[in-house]
């Protein structure tokens, strides 16, 4: 990973981030970032290789803190509805704290250019969330079903709500400062992952 320790790195990341966002990566080129980042073009390539370079470098830079929030925030000694509710509380802080952030992570998450270190720091997080689900299914309190899809309900509903935040941001010009939306969130998630689950369709 590139190491940026400088005012015009860190310019290029940010302005980097801000058109990941908003417009995407495949939208995005390389003088669009200069530009954006008040730099030259051949400034850009001094301090990264390519355009891939630079999303690399974002995408372990943004799961690591987002990685590092939700650890530091959860107790591994205390009861699964306690860890629940500090895992989703810190990743709510997150969500109106690095709304872009999250919003340039959920749509490069699966993006082809990812590169190793990339896509083993994307792993660890999906262990973190995989094992936590496990747990909370050995201990009895959530319904037994493959973690896999009680993953796709946790992160996808929080995925979504990022994305939910940074268009009211964006396009309606809207402060993401009512959080009774993340609460009811919360509350639903927490219902999803312990009730007993009514089956319609038989399992294969």
């Known amino acids: 990973m590139d190491k940026v320790t400088n005012t015009k790195g860190d310019a290029i990341l940010e302005a980097a981030l801000h058109l990941f966002a908003t417009q995407g990566y495949a939208e995005t080129n390389v003088p669009s970032i200069a530009k954006a980042a008040q730099v030259g073009v051949g400034t850009v390539y001094r301090y990264f290789k390519n355009k891939d370079s630079i999303l690399n470098h974002l995408f372990q830079k943004v799961l690591a803190v987002f990685l590092s929030e939700i650890q530091e925030a959860v107790d591994e000694h205390a009861d699964i509805q306690a860890q629940f509710s500090q895992l989703f509380d810190a990743s709510a802080g997150l969500m109106l704290n690095y709304t872009p952030e999250l919003q340039f992570m959920n749509l490069n998450v699966f993006n082809e250019v990812l590169d190793d270190d990339s896509r083993a720091a994307r792993a660890k997080v999906i262990t973190y969330y995989t094992d936590f689900l496990q747990h909370g299914q050995d201990a009895h309190i959530f319904v037994h079903i493959s973690p896999d899809v009680q993953l796709v309900l946790l992160y ?30 919360k509350n639903q998630l927490w219902n999803a992952l312990t009730v007993e689950r009514k089956i319609f369709v038989e399992e294969v």
């Open 156 to 185: 996808g509903s929080v995925q979504t709500m990022v994305s939910f935040l940074w268009a009211k941001h964006r396009f309606a010009k809207i402060p993401p400062a009512d959080t009774r939306n993340i609460r009811q969130l």
